[in-house]
């Protein structure tokens, strides 16, 4: 993705199956020199404060996946009400509850899209308070070994299957459990609405940073998530265009619709 990014960035309307089909940097440079490299200029907002920001505390639309992960938490929806989301376990030692809430607190501050609350009509920022996050934590430093096995896998099957309180901003959560020995294990609950892969990589790098004790670099806050939706829907707009146009023109050549079975029940779904 980065080097897709990069591609775009400099001009090269590459996609990402082109770039899997031939996973070298020769065939990539043959790409490259195959198109002609469009204005790069457009890829970059020359005035990134023109752009609007979540900090204006302003919805702004939902993407496509961001729409579809909503509509699979609705209790309604066939096999719904599961909310699509990442939980992950960490080990080590030494670490206290007071080190771990403030440096969530710190990325909540450098990253809006962390305290931004998701309405079925879009995303709103604002909603989680920053003054202070503090981490849950469950002592078991002086259980026996088998309750606290006990107690650790419930509460793994109970994270595991949480359905977090987005509509409130509840979009992560993090907890802290104190193990024997100066032991701790640290349970994540992300959910996806506000972070992919790349942003796992770089949430948990930024995180690990500050426990041992580093600073941030500086990042530029006028321009974020829903800057980038904006930049990105004013540069495809004539995509879209050519793309309606030509669909619209072929509409009278399509098949029919498909007949789709009627009267599903629901119990047989898999």
């Avoid at 509460?155 to 309180?165: A, E, G, I, M, T």
């Avoid at 800057?227 to 029919?256: E, G, M, V």
Wanted: charged residues 20%; hydrophobic residues 35%.
């Amino acid at each position: 993705m980065r080097w897709l990014h990069w591609f775009r960035k400099n001009g090269y309307r590459l996609t990402l199956r082109e770039l899997y089909a031939a996973p070298t940097l020769a065939a990539w440079n043959q790409l490259m020199l195959s198109r002609s490299p469009e204005n790069a200029e457009e890829e970059t907002p020359p005035d990134e404060s023109s752009w609007p920001n979540m900090t204006e505390s302003t919805p702004f639309p939902l993407t496509p996946v961001q729409h579809a992960y909503l509509t699979g938490r609705m209790p309604g929806q066939t096999l719904g009400g599961v909310g699509c989301h990442l939980y992950q376990e960490f080990e080590g030692h030494c670490l206290t509850g007071v080190a771990a809430g403030a440096g969530i607190t710190t990325l909540l501050q450098r990253h809006p899209m962390l305290h931004i609350a998701f309405r079925p009509t879009g995303s709103r920022s604002g909603y989680r308070n920053l003054t202070g996050t503090a981490s849950p934590f469950n002592d078991l430093r002086h259980n026996d070994a088998e309750s606290r096995q006990a107690y650790l896998d419930a509460l793994r099957q109970r994270l595991s299957h949480r359905l977090l309180r987005v509509e409130i901003g509840e979009t992560f959560d993090f907890q802290l459990t104190l193990l024997p020995d100066n032991r701790h294990r640290l349970h994540v609950n992300i959910d996806l609405l506000i972070m992919d892969a790349s942003s796992f990589t770089l949430f948990f790098d930024e995180l690990n940073a500050l426990l041992a004790g580093e600073s941030l670099p500086a990042i530029d806050t006028r321009y974020d998530f829903r800057s980038y939706l904006l930049h990105q829907q004013k540069i495809n707009q004539p995509l879209r265009d050519d793309a309606r146009a030509y669909w619209l023109a072929k509409a009278s050549t399509l098949p029919p619709r498909a007949r789709l079975a009627a009267g599903l029940r629901t119990r047989h779904a898999t």
